[in-house]
């Protein structure tokens, strides 16, 4: 007899080690291992950035070392963990007691004990397609958290690139205003020349105060460029003071083979915020049915022995709180209307964007091709033509320094352009949720640049 309780004790004890997983748990498993490869403890030190750093480079660095994307990681495996505690079954503890009755019968010890196996009547057993559900819920939530993971990675893509290009731009912008200030100390000196020739002294005054303000102005810009830096490092995870080896010149191109049609085709299929929330769209779908089901009743079994008689019994829990029933299918509904609209705004909004981000990236191409082709070339005859007849005394000092900045204006102008078209293609990765290299004519496909 002793031996049948055992069986009986075995039984709950093995089922409570079940778990309902739902199907893809395990794919969604091995994603989430993947991505955190980076974030395991015996994952090596986080490598410096190399004396001259290209953009790949910094970006690596910045999967690395970032705590933003590291915490929306550890927060999807927070979120995934959540598929075995919801999914677990029978969802409640195992409540065995024990009974002695004291009588002054001849009964014996054996048949005055009483063994009650079954479970915590505080805590339903819920019906196992509940169990199931839940379960479904909880790895729609694990899903979302990782395309918000991915939405996280291609957010810090965009803020690394972005910062880079406006540092790079700033290097730019440096050196053209160290032209100019050389520029205008020797317009300076000619002045001067001119001055000792019996040339009225009013242009060698606007020549020293032009000069002068174009070194104020170049401080100031080298003092903006060690404060974009330190911003630059924070998200890196480097110290703000840390150099930081930019190239000579402003970065190429980077190239776009896709045309427009196929930009356009691909905008927001594969965007992770979008993935994100057509996961919450899936998982109040399934929160809704699981309201719906609380209308299925639940059974708590137990088992009992007095001696030699054994009682096998069910609870079974009818849900009689109807009202509340209704109100939480009311609910889950609502939050399902709510996240369905919710995406399809979303889905709108990011499709515009896109649109609006891909004129503008076309928009920085054509005027690089305009200054630099044709502006620019007019714009050097202009100044160098300027400069030999200010020598002559053929112009004065107001029409030689229009012509400098006119030079300088367009130099700029060109610099701004391309950076601009660089920073407009970080934005359509962002919003496209694909990296433009791997963007084909003939394949349009989604791979991951840099794997953090």
């Known amino acids: 007899m002793f031996r049948y309780c055992l069986i009986v004790l075995a039984v709950p004890l093995l089922l409570s080690g079940c778990v309902l997983r739902p199907p893809g748990t395990v ?3 091995a994603r989430l291992d993947r991505a955190g490869v980076p974030y395991v403890p015996e994952s090596p030190a986080v490598p410096d950035l190399p004396d001259n750093p290209t953009w ?5 660095r910045a999967f690395l070392a970032n705590g933003d994307l590291e915490a929306a990681y550890f927060d999807w495996a927070a979120t995934f963990a959540r598929i075995d505690q919801a999914a677990n079954w029978p969802n409640s503890n195992l409540a065995p007691s024990f009974s002695y009755m004291f009588s002054g019968g001849r009964m014996k010890a054996w048949d005055r004990t009483t063994v009650n196996v079954g479970f915590d009547p505080m805590q339903n057993v819920s019906f196992p397609t509940k169990t199931a559900k839940a379960g479904r819920v909880a790895l729609e939530n694990a899903r979302a958290a990782g395309q918000r993971f991915a939405a996280k ?9 972005q910062a880079w290009l406006d540092l790079t731009l700033m290097e730019e912008q440096i050196r053209i205003q160290r032209d100019n200030t050389s520029l205008l100390r020797l317009i300076s000196d000619t002045a001067a020349d001119r001055v000792r020739a019996g040339a009225p002294q009013q242009d060698l005054l606007k020549a020293q105060i032009e000069h002068r303000l174009a070194e104020a102005e170049l401080a100031k810009m080298e003092s903006q460029h060690h404060s974009m830096r330190a911003m630059l490092n924070g998200v890196l995870g480097r110290k703000p003071g840390e150099g930081l080896g930019l190239p000579a010149g402003l970065p190429e191109a980077r190239p776009l083979w896709a045309d427009d049609a196929q930009l356009i085709a691909s905008a927001v299929d594969a965007n992770p915020e979008l993935s ?3 996961r919450d769209v899936a998982s109040r779908k399934d929160a809704l049915e699981l309201a719906r089901m609380q209308y299925i009743p639940d059974i708590n079994p137990a088992a009992a022995f007095t001696g030699s008689f054994q009682t096998l019994g069910a609870m079974v829990i009818l849900p009689t709180t109807i009202p509340a029933i209704k109100a939480s299918i009311a609910e889950a509904r609502a939050m399902l209307r709510s996240t369905e609209a919710m995406a399809r705004q979303t889905r709108a909004d990011r499709g515009a964007s896109f649109v609006a981000a891909l004129y503008a990236l076309r928009n920085a191409e054509q005027q690089v091709g305009l200054f630099k082709e044709t502006v620019l070339p007019k714009a050097e005859q202009a100044l160098a033509s300027s400069r030999q007849a200010y020598s002559a005394g053929q112009i004065g000092f107001i029409e030689l320094i229009d012509s400098q900045r006119t030079l300088l204006d367009v130099r700029l102008m060109i610099a701004q352009a391309r950076i601009a078209r660089e920073k407009q293609l970080a934005e359509l990765e962002a919003l496209a949720g694909i990296d433009i290299e791997t963007l084909k004519h003939e394949d349009v ?5 840099v794997t953090p």
Do not use: M, N
């Not at 990675?153 to 690139?161: E, M, N, T, W």
């Not at 496909?445 to 640049?449: D, L, Q, R, V, Y």
């Open 153 to 161: 990675k291609f957010a810090l893509q965009k803020q690394v690139l």
């Open 276 to 278: 994100a929330l057509a």
């Open 445 to 449: 496909k989604h791979e991951e640049k």
């Open 56 to 60: 790949q480079d910094v970006l690596h």
């Open 27 to 29: 794919d969604e498993r």
